[in-house]
Each structure stands twice: as structure tokens, then as C-alpha cells.
């Protein structure tokens, strides 16, 4: 089977995302791959494409026209609404998007989501990956009005309502460094005790925090090697977290960084919404870690999982009615 889309209208941060690019940040390159990674393998899941790529939406939303065949959907991730002509819109949904409907859709509270279908197309490489670095355009591209995508090996997917990852909730928590030797004890006290707001300012890069000043005692150091949940400071101690597009080096001190189970988080955080750190031990941050992935690797086996059977059965009318097998 085959499908061909088209996207009618497309928001400015809209673009082909896979799992990432690894082993070239020594040579400068970030790793781009999604913004939320939960909300990408979430999608990766449902449509059965481990190893494959989704669009990564965030406020301006799409609209997409099918225009040939049928395809299944997943839309995973900041509370994004879908709609098909117009029906109940609905967050967290897969469905199938049929020749001469119109897929809508719109922001939720978050800032990102993922919209990945249940088919094949061999979207442009750089270095190895699809992930897409919006700033040079390099990887499997952003995406614009117009944009045709002819996807084969499709198939259908049982209108259903996903269930939401597990809920994280409370402070941030972050461990301190690389290079909190550049911050006063004033700066280090406010970290864990100020109070600060994601604000509208982000994107692909890093997500800009209201709140108290860290100002760092100097800005004069050698640029040092940046990594995904960073806290860097500027001049000024205005903070931003850096996210999937970081710079692989900054001469911008790190008083802290952001464990990564809480770094989807940050970056999904609705403008204005209050956060407060906590300032944990490396130990600490390892376990943290580590079971936030065993309650969310369960969770992405239960989407891969749930109603399989029961939707392939469905989709191929495998039983078609009852059999009277008692002999006469």
C-alpha cells in the first residue's frame, strides 16, 4: 500500500526529526534529534518505526491533505490537538488519514509535538542522520507549504486514544557544574532557593528562564564543551537551557545541569509556568535516571503493545462471523 501527503500549511519550526546524530559533536555538529525524546519514541512506538522519523511540530501547528491511499498516525507530545474534517479534536491520538481528507493540527499547552505515520519514505540524510538542524537546514529539512511526502508500506491504524507518559512533577532537579567554579556562593544559594519561569523565548536550541540573576564572577574563560540540559549563564546571569540544536562548545560558564529525565520537561513547559531547582548529588541524579527510564521504557512497551492483536484483526477482517462446530 502507499500514501501520498501533502502539507497545506506548516508552522516556522516545523521539521524532519530522527532519534538524533551521534559521534560528531568533536567535530562541532550537535546532535539535533527531537526536543521532547519521550514524545518522539512515543510516536516511534505506536507506528511501529523504531528506527525511523517523525515531524516535529511546535506552536504554528500544520495542516496536511492526503491525496492518495491511507495511512496510520501518531500524535504524540505537548498536548497538541488533532482533528480529520473536522471532528472531535483530540491530543495524544492515532487514526489513519484517508485520500481526500485533511489532517489539522494545533498547539496544546506544550511547545512541541510529533507526528509520525505508519509507512516508509527515505527522507534526505546528513552524516548519517535525518534529524534536521534548523538553523542550517542541513538533515532531513524543515518543512514549508507545499511539501509532498509518497510513503510506501503504509498501513492503517485503529482510531484510538493514547495514554500520556508518566507524570513528572515537583523541582527540577540538576547537579551542579561543569563549571559552577565561575559562580559566587550568592549564585550557587539562589539556584536551589530562586524562583524562576520558563519563558516564550526558545527554540531548537535552548529555552531562555525568568527569574533572579546568577551572574558569574567572569565571563573571561576558554570555551568548554556544552551538552543537552545545560544551565548556561551569561554576562548578565540570565539563564538558558540548552536543548537538541546546543552549540557544541561555549565560552558562556554552566553552573548547572539539568539530569535528563527533567530536560523534556523544561523544554515543554507552558510560557510563564513557575520552576524551582533542586540541586542533587551525582549519585543521586544517576538513580533518578535511572527510573525514570524503567517506568518509561514499560510505558512505551505497553503503547507498542496495546491492541495489537485486536487491531490487526480488526484491519483484516481476519473473523468474519461464527462457526457452529458442534456435531450434529
Known amino acids: 500500500m502507499q500514501a501520498r501527503i501533502i502539507f497545506e500549511a506548516a508552522g516556522p519550526l ?3 526529526q530522527d532519534s538524533g546524530r551521534t559521534g560528531v559533536m568533536r567535530y562541532g555538529v550537535p546532535p539535533s534529534g527531537p526536543v521532547d525524546r519521550l514524545a518522539f519514541a512515543a510516536a516511534m512506538a505506536v507506528t511501529g518505526m523504531p528506527d525511523g522519523w517523525a515531524f516535529e511540530l511546535s506552536h504554528g501547528g500544520c495542516t496536511i491533505a492526503c491525496h492518495e491511499g491511507e495511512i496510520g498516525f501518531a500524535l504524540c507530545g505537548g498536548g497538541f490537538l488533532a482533528d ?6 483530540r491530543a495524544w491520538r492515532q487514526d489513519t488519514l484517508r485520500a481526500g481528507q485533511r489532517l489539522r493540527i494545533r498547539a496544546g ?10 509507512g ?3 527522507a534526505p540524510r546528513w552524516l548519517g542522520s535525518s534529524a534536521t538542524h534548523a538553523s542550517s537546514g542541513l538533515g532531513g529539512s524543515a518543512i514549508t507549504a507545499g511539501a509532498a511526502f509518497d510513503f510506501t508500506a503504509t498501513r492503517p491504524l485503529e482510531p484510538r486514544a493514547l495514554p500520556p507518559p508518566p507524570a513528572l512533577q515537583g523541582s527540577i532537579a540538576v547537579v551542579l557544574g561543569p563549571q559552577d567554579r565561575h559562580f559566587p556562593p550568592d549564585a550557587i544559594a539562589n539556584l536551589a532557593t530562586g524562583s524562576f519561569t520558563a519563558s516564550a523565548r526558545f527554540d531548537r536550541m535552548g529555552r531562555v528562564l525568568g ?45 548547572a545541569t539539568v539530569i535528563g529525565s527533567n530536560v523534556d520537561r523544561v523544554a515543554q513547559l507552558p510560557s510563564g509556568e513557575p520552576i524551582r531547582f533542586e540541586v542533587i548529588d551525582p549519585r543521586e541524579a544517576l538513580d533518578g535516571s535511572r527510573n525514570a527510564e524503567a517506568l518509561n521504557k514499560a510505558w512505551l512497551h ?10 490487526r484483526l480488526w484491519l483484516n477482517n481476519l473473523v468474519d462471523g461464527f462457526i457452529d462446530a458442534k456435531l450434529s
Not at 506544550?110 to 505508519?118: D, E, K, P, V
Not at 505497553?302 to 487491531?311: A, C, I, N, P, T
Open 211 to 255: 527569574g533572579p540573576p546568577l551572574k558569574p564572577t567572569s565571563i573571561s574563560m576558554p570555551s568548554e564543551p556544552a551538552l543537552r540540559g545545560c544551565l548556561q549563564a551569561d554576562g548578565e546571569g540570565g539563564l538558558t537551557v540548552l536543548l537538541a540544536d546546543h552549540q557544541t562548545t561555549s565560552g558562556y560558564p554552566k553552573i
Open 84 to 89: 480529520i474534517d473536522g471532528d472531535e479534536a
Open 120 to 122: 516508509s519514505h527515505a
Open 302 to 311: 505497553d503503547l507498542s503493545r496495546s491492541g495489537l492483536l485486536e487491531e
Open 14 to 16: 516545523t521539521t524532519i
Open 109 to 118: 499547552p506544550g511547545n512541541w509535538t510529533y507526528l509520525a505515520f505508519a
